[in-house]
Structures are given as structure tokens and as C-alpha cells.
């Protein structure tokens, strides 16, 4: 049960315009929502995250919008450069049996042609 | 930032070894994950800790067991390490509430 997906294995962008990660979620529990982009043999690392109670958040560059009713997030990257060629997970957290649980996507790998 | 640090990027070990991987923070945070991540399949929990000495089964505990006897440092262990347990495997820690994790750069394991 994929409660977390990423429907787009891979996306290719040139450099300058936006790019646009999605990801679509299952459990109304989940409260707190977390891109991470990762280099090859690098772990990981954390990009902007999102509560339930909004529905934007912006960080340079970088914007994550959250449609509660439609159980989906996107991540806009304006404008692309090719360093932000990278694997990004979707990550989507709940608090369950006393503890935060966090599950995350499979992950879409973004291509940034110079 | 937190720095968290994998003992090992690379290790290759033989079917039925016991194999240890180590992961050490430095910043004191309660929540420590471990992961693996294989190709089509993402991220996916293996244990966690949230105290010293306490250990929670993730999403796929089977063949796997931990050790937190030092806040800073929690251990995966393969018991009988086995050709589908080769794998990339990453650390994460996190602070309590709705904080991100931080992962170290992971460790490539291929068990022949």
C-alpha cells in the first residue's frame, strides 16, 4: 500500500525554466510534508517541508503548495540550474502510536539541460 | 547542522556473515532512524529509536536488528546477512515534532 506517490519516475527541464515535482498522498493524517533531493552516493538532504495548516511555503528558489482536498503537493523549482539535477522524495509524516512516522516516496529524478 | 556519520561507504561481506553498520550523530537529537533504499522502491524504514536503549520496528524489520546504547550512536546489525540484503542503507536523525531528518551519506553493501 503506497500511501506516498510519485507517479513521475523522471522529468527533464532546460535550464532557466521551472520545474515541477509532484506527489500525491493517500492518509488524511498526515500533517507535516517534506521534499529532499539527493545526489548520487550522497544521502539524502533536506529541501523545504510544509505543515498541513498551510498551503504554500517558499525558500528561494524553491516553492511547495499543498491541496489538502485534492492530496497533493508540488514542488516548483524557478528558475532551474543544472546543480538541482538530482533524485527528489516526497516525504509525508503522521503521529501514530505515539510517535512521528514518516513515509516517503519512490522518488523522481530530475534532468536540468544546460 | 547536525552531522551524522556512517561508519562505512562501501562494504562488501559474504551470505551468512554477521555485519554491523554503524551511525554516530553530533548534536544529542533523540530520534534516530535506519533506511534502505533500493531502485523503484524508495526509502523504506527499517528501525528507530527514540530514547537510548529503546528501538521501534519499522516497515521492514525482517533479518535486521538494532542496538542504541549511546545517545549518539545507533547500530544496524544483519544478523545472517543474506544476497537480498545488498542494498544502500542510510542513517537519519531528527529532532522531536514535526522537524526534518538529516541522513548521512549512507553505505553501499553488497553481500556476495
Known amino acids: 500500500d503506497q500511501q506516498v506517490k510519485q507517479n513521475s519516475p523522471s522529468l527533464s527541464v532546460q535550464e532557466g525554466r521551472i520545474s515541477i515535482l509532484n506527489c500525491d498522498y493517500t492518509?488524511?493524517?498526515?500533517?507535516?510534508f517534506l521534499w529532499y533531493k539527493k545526489y548520487p552516493a550522497e544521502g539524502p538532504t533536506f529541501l523545504i517541508s510544509i505543515s498541513s495548516i498551510k498551503d504554500k511555503n517558499e525558500d528561494g528558489r524553491f516553492t511547495v503548495f499543498l491541496n489538502k482536498s485534492a492530496k497533493h503537493l508540488s514542488l516548483h523549482i524557478v528558475p532551474s540550474q543544472p546543480g538541482d539535477s538530482a533524485v527528489y522524495f516526497c516525504?509525508?509524516?503522521?503521529?501514530?502510536?505515539?510517535?512521528?512516522?514518516?513515509?516517503f516516496g519512490i522518488g523522481t529524478k530530475l534532468q536540468v539541460i544546460p | 547542522d547536525v552531522k551524522v556519520t556512517q561508519s562505512s561507504r562501501y562494504l562488501v561481506k559474504r551470505t551468512g556473515e554477521k555485519v554491523f553498520l554503524e551511525c554516530v550523530q553530533d548534536m544529542d537529537h533523540e530520534n534516530m532512524f535506519w533506511y534502505r533504499q533500493d531502485p523503484g522502491l524508495g526509502l523504506r524504514l527499517i528501525y528507530f529509536?527514540?530514547?537510548?536503549?529503546?528501538?521501534e520496528k519499522g516497515d521492514i524489520p525482517e533479518g535486521y536488528s538494532v542496538s542504541r546504547e549511546k545517545k549518539e550512536r545507533f547500530s544496524l546489525i544483519l544478523e545472517s546477512a543474506s544476497t537480498n540484503q545488498t542494498s544502500m542503507y542510510l542513517c537519519a536523525v531528527k529532532r522531536p515534532g514535526n522537524q526534518p531528518q538529516h541522513f548521512g551519506d549512507g553505505t553501499r553493501l553488497s553481500i556476495l
Open positions: 516525504a509525508a509524516s503522521r503521529y501514530s502510536g505515539g510517535y512521528q512516522k514518516v513515509t
Open positions: 492518509n488524511s493524517m498526515f500533517d507535516y
Open positions: 529509536s527514540y530514547d537510548v536503549k529503546m528501538k
